[in-house]
């Protein structure tokens, strides 16, 4: 038997998504909870692949599924890749073991064979609609008599091997989230466990593997919550203990509506693709099911670990907000780029930086910015001071990017000169011959080759005075110059990356366009 105890040894829980399409938010939804759960007692996490759907059975699902966790940070101890000692653990490959236990029920009397065509089953349907009712088997074949059924499979008849589910009581069990929950034996369908392929349900394959596997608790969506008490009444008929559950709130759209691509909610990798970092992402889901005890918005993995319990989870629909998520996607970015050097040296200019900062810089840079980069082909990599220049232009561009993937337009200035609105070198209130003084000061002061941040502001403030001109008017020519942009990073800080040569090119190029 399963023990209820929550100890270090035998705590064992799974995720079992299916391969028919591409892994979503919600499979790392149901993911995260049942892995910190896993690691919070020292138990197993164990991934299952159910794919006895085959009509919508996708053979790249699978591949995507697993490279999502990994990517995630979301190892199993158990899976299709890493083996196990309670295997296979594809349902496809486990059939002989899901029939061998049907037929086991049908000798006890728990189930029975059925050899209602598809044409009596609809007219069933079309009836319990008809009266208002929900759509249930009529128990046609339940008391069929045991020698006609093997008349019937004799003469290669088509079946189904169906449930037979008690008329009188109810099915209780305990949720860990929501409580006692009681459903009157008589809503309950006599549900099909074996389909005529040979295949079984989702209700007969998952309840056997669970047991089979010793799993101790069940943690997946509130949208299963309605097949748990069909779940007890096969556990109860095998005679097993059934495990703990705990249903977590189904993800929606602000609409209300199940979470859909409409909503926001992507392929795990197109949010990969997008620049959002998997500890984001974790982060995020984690708090739409589940509040922090000290309400904290922003923590990691080891964090959750560390505080989760299940009688945190949330049982209310929670709204999934891809404005939220880039919000939180930005902090992430901001602690793997800053978390590790000193508040006093996260602004200084790069000559004064700390060998240990330098390469702090450098190590967030390299999982978040830089690839962009190079995937343009701004940068070599193989290079140490392409290394350098990519994080001295992510210092700039860090705070202001909420994806990493805006990297691209964000830094494109530093290493292609922008195309430039002669209109918006020119301030209002001045004119043309004005914007080009601006222009051609700005170019004296670069021609002094002192790309010290502090003394270029000096420098510009000192120029701005002389000529009667406002600091905000000559910086917003230069940058309008520098960047083809009227918001950009730092001016003077993006001059020192951009280097004298350069910096004089552009504002000649920008004066010709006056």
């Known amino acids: 038997m399963i023990s209820k105890s929550l100890t270090k040894t035998k705590i064992r829980v799974r995720s079992a998504p299916s391969p028919t399409g591409r892994p979503h938010i919600g499979t790392a939804y149901n993911a995260l909870f049942n892995y910190v759960f896993a690691k919070k007692y020292g138990g197993k996490w164990l991934v299952r692949i159910e794919d006895t759907d085959r009509a919508r059975y996708d053979p790249e699902g699978e591949k995507e599924i697993l490279e999502s966790f990994h990517w995630l940070g979301l190892d199993p101890d158990e899976s299709p890749e890493v083996g196990g000692d309670f295997g296979p653990y594809r349902q496809s490959e486990r ?157 929606r759209g602000k609409d209300k509506s199940k979470l859909g691509k409409r909503h926001g909610a992507l392929p795990i990798s197109e949010f990969r693709k997008q620049g959002f970092l998997p500890e984001a992402i974790l982060n995020y889901i984690a708090r739409l099911g589940w509040t922090h005890p000290e309400e904290k918005e922003v923590f990691t993995l080891e964090e959750m670990i560390e505080k989760f319990a299940l009688k945190d989870l949330n049982t209310t629909a929670p709204i999934f907000d891809p404005v939220k998520l880039t919000w939180v996607n930005a902090q992430h970015i901001r602690r793997r780029l800053l978390e590790n050097i000193p508040l006093p040296e996260r602004l200084t200019r790069t000559e004064s930086t700390s060998s240990s900062t330098r390469s702090a810089m450098i190590s967030g840079a390299t999982t978040t910015t830089l690839p962009y980069m190079e995937k343009e082909g701004w940068v070599d990599l193989s290079k140490p001071e392409d290394w350098v220049k990519g994080s001295d232009i992510t210092r700039l561009i860090g705070e202001r990017i909420g994806r990493a993937d805006e990297t691209t337009e964000m830094a494109r200035y530093f290493f292609e000169a ?34 010290d941040r502090d003394w270029l502001e000096e420098q510009f403030r000192a120029v701005a005075a002389e000529n009667d001109w406002k600091m905000g008017e000559l910086c917003m020519t230069v940058r309008v110059a520098i960047t083809g942009k009227t918001t950009s990073p730092p001016l003077f800080e993006s001059l020192a990356i951009l280097g004298t040569g350069e910096s004089l090119s552009r504002l000649e190029t920008a004066s010709n366009l006056l």
């Open 418 to 451: 922008p195309e430039i609105d002669p209109e918006l070198l020119v301030q209002k209130g001045r004119t043309k011959e004005e914007a080009k003084e601006m222009l051609a000061a700005a170019g004296n002061i670069l021609g002094e080759e002192n790309l």
């Open 95 to 251: 059939l002989e073991i899901y029939q061998k236990y049907a037929r086991e029920l049908v000798a006890a009397g728990a189930a029975y064979y059925c050899f209602c065509t598809k044409e009596r089953l609809e007219k069933v349907r079309s009836q319990c609609a008809a009266s208002g009712q929900p759509p249930m088997y009529d128990g046609c074949c339940r008391e069929l008599d045991s020698r006609e059924a093997v008349s019937r499979l004799k003469a290669d008849e088509s079946f189904v091997i169906r449930l037979k589910v008690p008329r009188e009581g109810e099915t209780k069990f305990t949720d860990l989230a929501r409580g006692e929950i009681s459903v009157a034996n008589r809503v309950i369908d006599d549900q099909v466990l074996l389909k005529s392929d040979g295949f079984p349900t989702y209700h007969l394959a998952v309840v056997v593997d669970d047991y089979l596997m010793k799993i101790t608790h069940i943690i997946r969506g509130e949208e299963w919550l309605s097949s748990t008490p069909k779940h007890i009444l096969l556990y109860n008929a095998f005679g097993w203990e059934p495990p703990i559950y705990a249903h977590t709130p189904l993800l």
